[in-house]
């Protein structure tokens, strides 16, 4: 007997699947000192755990998108349910650096299953201005779980409560989205017209998608890598690290929910080339004040990332039409590698200035206030790198006419 689609529900369960990714993000963030402390690992060692999160992430959104008209949304998030749940319990009796590493990597795999899943599924439910509008409020959810993880995981650090208590409040969105989704039936795709793999790559070839899968290693890490590290970095700043975190992607829920009007209206590269100068001022700010300028430091660094990753994958759809649903994929796919491959490498830079600067003489708080902000120093580089890349970019565009934009394949990516 066929079973009738129940969109609202449907859509609902997507949504609590999306804060289940973004408490994955925030709590992790802030339990980091905890893990440190009560493992014994180092920083850099921190960071190769939070790389775990964003290998998985790309590895299931590329492999979910190419084949969710094969076999449907509903297998994809089962297999998203079962990493989520078994990389949640694995985490939270965890004894281990390795099992961590393992657990953390099963999450990142269940929150690419989610996209990879969760956006097509909307677009194939509703049509026109109605799925354009749902998708904004479905991506909503990340910025604002992660506003919502951050200060459970404020009040339960101040609380007293361990790290593997946090880590079980990730369960419960999971389990809501589970429950949500049982016994549901789930939409026919559209039919979709889709250009061959040929062609595909060979759009991707071209000198301006190269450069755009430069500039987005550099955009996502911009995004990424402070607001990762934020808890452990500016723990001794004088701030509280998870209202800096709930500020910042606050901003950024209110900016995605709001902005898309704004973003239509203005030229891609000026809102790119904009950002970029504004995130740079807000990470300056970080590595350089202390107590309530923190916070100014987060408008200022929450007005320049807000829009990298929509705007990113809107230019490929637009002036890189040919590349189609797989381009954007890899444009989407290499931010989240480049945001896995830098971890480690931020973790190592606050190892490595603690030593330094534990040879000027200090020790406890200010050790570690000095040795977070140097590292912040450093993260001014790939904003930086962006103002001169978006610089180009704006001169190269400025005489180029866009291609035809698919809004379908655009609306199936996801924009975190």
Excluded at 45 to 68: C, E, H, K, R
Excluded at 73 to 83: G, H, R, T
Excluded at 201 to 223: G, K, N
Excluded at 350 to 364: C, F, Q, R, Y
Aim: hydrophobic share 50%.
């Amino acid at each position: 007997m066929n079973q009738t689609v129940n969109p609202s529900r449907l859509f609902l369960a997507s949504c609590f699947a999306l804060i289940t990714t973004a408490f994955s993000f925030s709590i992790r963030a802030g339990i980091l000192p905890q893990l440190g402390t009560e493992l014994g690992l180092s920083a850099e060692q921190l960071g190769f755990i939070n790389s775990m999160w964003f290998f998985g992430f790309p590895i299931a959104m590329i492999v979910g998108g190419l084949v969710y008209y094969s076999v449907g949304p509903k297998l994809i998030m089962n297999v998203a349910f079962v990493c989520h749940t078994l990389g949640i319990l694995l985490t939270i009796y965890a004894g281990s650096y390795s099992m961590l590493l393992i657990s953390t990597l099963l999450i990142g795999i269940g929150n690419g299953c989610t996209e990879a899943a969760c956006n097509p599924m909307i677009a194939d439910m509703f049509t026109g201005a109605q799925m354009n509008k749902m998708l904004n409020r479905f991506h909503m959810w990340f910025p604002g779980g992660i506003v919502i993880g951050s200060l459970i995981s404020k009040f339960m650090t101040d609380a007293g409560l361990s790290w593997q208590t946090q880590v079980w409040i990730i369960m419960i969105p999971a389990l809501i989205y589970a429950f949500l989704f049982f016994g549901q039936a789930f939409p026919t795709s559209k039919e979709v017209k889709a250009a061959s793999l040929s062609s595909n790559f060979q759009a991707m070839l071209t000198p301006l998608f190269l450069f755009m899968f430069v500039c987005m290693a550099f955009t996502a890490i911009s995004e990424f890598g402070p607001q990762q590290w934020v808890g452990l970095i500016m723990s001794k700043s004088g701030a509280t690290p998870m209202y800096i975190l709930a500020l910042t992607t606050g901003l950024m829920a209110i900016g995605r929910y709001f902005g898309g009007p704004i973003i239509h209206k203005l030229n891609q590269t000026g809102v790119l080339l904009g950002g970029s100068v504004f995130a740079t001022i807000g990470v300056y700010l970080f590595s350089t004040q202390t107590g309530s300028m923190a916070y100014v430091a987060a408008v200022f660094f929450a007005i320049g990332v807000c829009y990298f990753w929509p705007t990113m994958i809107g230019f490929v759809a637009e002036n890189i039409p040919a590349s189609g649903a797989l381009g954007m994929s890899i444009i989407g796919g290499v931010g989240m590698f480049s945001t896995s491959i830098w971890q480690p490498i931020i973790g190592g830079w606050i190892d490595a200035a603690k030593v330094e600067k534990a040879t000027t003489g200090l020790t406890g708080d200010a050790l570690e206030l000095a040795a977070g902000q140097a590292t912040l120093a450093k993260m001014t580089m790939f904003p930086i790198f962006l103002i001169v890349a978006f610089t180009v970019l704006w001169f190269w565009m400025r005489n180029r006419k866009p291609g035809h934009v698919d809004e379908k394949l655009v609306a199936e990516q996801p924009q975190l």
